[in-house]
């Protein structure tokens, strides 16, 4: 899948893994309004881009995403105070119900809204310079692109009430500590391991993994009885796949399956 167009991100495709790296290193990556239509557009267009099997979402530079560019906030542009978190919000749902697996690479500074980000994806992995914190009540708000209903899930409710409340920066040691991300490795190792995980992906059943994900995602919110019909009317979507015939073909036959992501 090729993106034309695009200014403050960039897109790649290694084999069936798409890359997606936010570009405005000189800016820690912040985002402004139109990077967030841009961020967008391109999750809209690979979530339904068959070839895209997996994606990498990282940072160019130092940083992986400094949160809201706070100096176009300032200057009175459209991405004010009331337009940016609903623009915000539509981008964070698209990627947290992207039905393909998602990894974050944190190879940098991740704060509020960038924070927030890595949040939407299946795993995070950080470098050793990686810094994260829901700053918001640092500039006086509360959460406003997902943390306050996505951090709980992942760090239990009362890690993320000191962690929102406090605003404070932790590094990656502590994020791993607490669950928030899944492996820490050198900055120069960051994104062969996320990719390397990606592949791996990709390599999947991808729709049978997407329903997988739905379902996880849809958990949160029913009891257990609606989440045995999620799961049922998943495997029931799963049924006419190619990959449903590979997986059991490969099965009778004694040998590794080789899935074609359909």
Request: proline fraction near 4%; charged fraction near 25%; include cysteine.
């Amino acid at each position: 899948m090729e993106i034309s167009g695009l200014d403050s991100l960039t897109w790649r495709m290694d084999g069936a893994v798409g890359v997606l790296t936010l570009n405005k290193p000189d800016r820690l990556n912040a985002i402004a309004s139109r990077d967030i239509d841009e961020l967008d557009r391109v999750v809209m267009l690979a979530g339904r881009d068959p070839a895209v099997r997996a994606i990498v979402l990282t940072g160019a530079g130092r940083g992986f995403c400094a949160g809201a560019d706070v100096k176009e906030w300032a200057s009175g542009s459209d991405a004010d105070q009331e337009s940016w978190p609903a623009k915000m919000h539509r981008t964070i749902a698209r990627l947290y119900w992207l039905p393909k697996p998602v990894i974050a690479a944190v190879n940098g500074v991740a704060v509020g809204a960038g924070m927030d980000l890595t949040l939407t994806a299946d795993l995070r992995f950080a470098s050793t310079a990686a810094r994260f914190g829901e700053v918001y009540t640092q500039r006086g708000i509360c959460p406003d692109a997902g943390g306050s209903y996505l951090l709980p899930r992942l760090v239990g409710e009362a890690r993320a009430a000191e962690l929102i409340y406090t605003g404070r920066i932790f590094d990656a040691a502590e994020a791993l500590r607490i669950g928030l991300v899944s492996e820490v490795t050198e900055p120069e190792a960051l994104l062969d391991r996320a990719m390397e995980q990606a592949r791996i992906f990709a390599a999947g059943p991808t729709v049978a993994i997407g329903q997988a994900k739905q379902n996880i995602r849809r958990g949160y919110t029913v009891g257990i009885e609606e989440a045995l019909r999620n799961e049922q009317r998943g495997a029931l979507f799963c049924v006419p796949t190619e990959d449903k015939a590979e997986g059991l073909k490969a099965a009778l036959e004694h040998r590794a399956p080789v899935f074609v992501g359909r």
